[in-house]
């Protein structure tokens, strides 16, 4: 695989992305959905740029690169912002931080474990600080949601982690996948952020899943 071919599944495998921006429009969620068309622009950019060699680019590969990196950055930021249920004022200050940040890193953003542990570390003690001054955990309950999120973010993260080089056979085949198993994680991490569905396990006698849906805020079957 390569060229043409190894382009057009990188390319194609973006539409994994549309299910979860049209679920994140249906629950009121814009900034999601911004974060994601930008996510959407900026890879298939960088993809375009990699596989053409840097014939068909608008900028350099390494800034394309950096680009990709840096809106991937920002949606995983969003999602995880939201997910803690920040208010207003200390959701905007700590998205301030993370694009500061990732500005002050366009240099090295591109291929480098550096940024990922510098916004990891800034997302924790953001988020960490305001859980404890308000004194709460979890505040969106969603037992069985949040495994299938969590399970997904582990193949998805070990899919990306894998050493292969940029570019290469393997490379081209479990990067499609990456797009697909990230997009599978905002999709099911959508029910949880607008409580649209809230899923849990019941163990006695007989193992079930007990679940709750909601329309408008309103449950309509449990």
């Known amino acids: 695989m390569g060229g043409p071919v190894a382009l057009t599944f990188e390319l194609v495998s973006h539409v994994f992305y549309v299910p979860p921006i049209l679920v994140a429009l249906y629950v009121g969620r814009t900034q999601i959905v911004w974060a994601l068309i930008f996510v959407i622009m900026a890879s298939m950019h960088y993809h375009v740029c990699l596989d053409t060699d840097g ?54 953003l591109y291929n480098s474990v550096t940024p990922f542990a510098v916004i990891s570390i800034s997302l924790l003690w953001q988020t960490t ?71 849990w396990p019941e163990f006695g006698d007989k193992w079930r899943l007990v679940y709750t849906y909601h329309v408008k805020n309103r449950v309509i079957y449990q």
């Open 55 to 108: 014939d068909v680019c608008i900028t350099s590969l390494h800034y394309a690169g950096a680009m990709d990196y840096f809106f991937a950055f920002y949606a995983g930021a969003v999602l995880y912002l939201q997910s803690n249920a920040m208010g207003h004022d200390a959701m905007s200050t700590a998205l301030t931080v993370i694009v500061a940040e990732l500005v002050a890193m366009m240099p090295v």
């Open 129 to 199: 600080w305001v859980n404890l001054a308000l004194r709460r955990s979890a505040p969106y309950h969603n037992p069985g949601f949040s495994w299938v999120v969590f399970l997904l973010s582990a193949l998805s993260y070990c899919t990306l982690a894998l050493p292969f080089k940029t570019g290469s056979y393997y490379y081209d085949v479990t990067h499609p996948i990456w797009h697909a198993l990230s997009a599978s994680v905002i999709f099911f991490y959508m029910p949880i952020l607008s409580r649209l569905c809230v899923v």
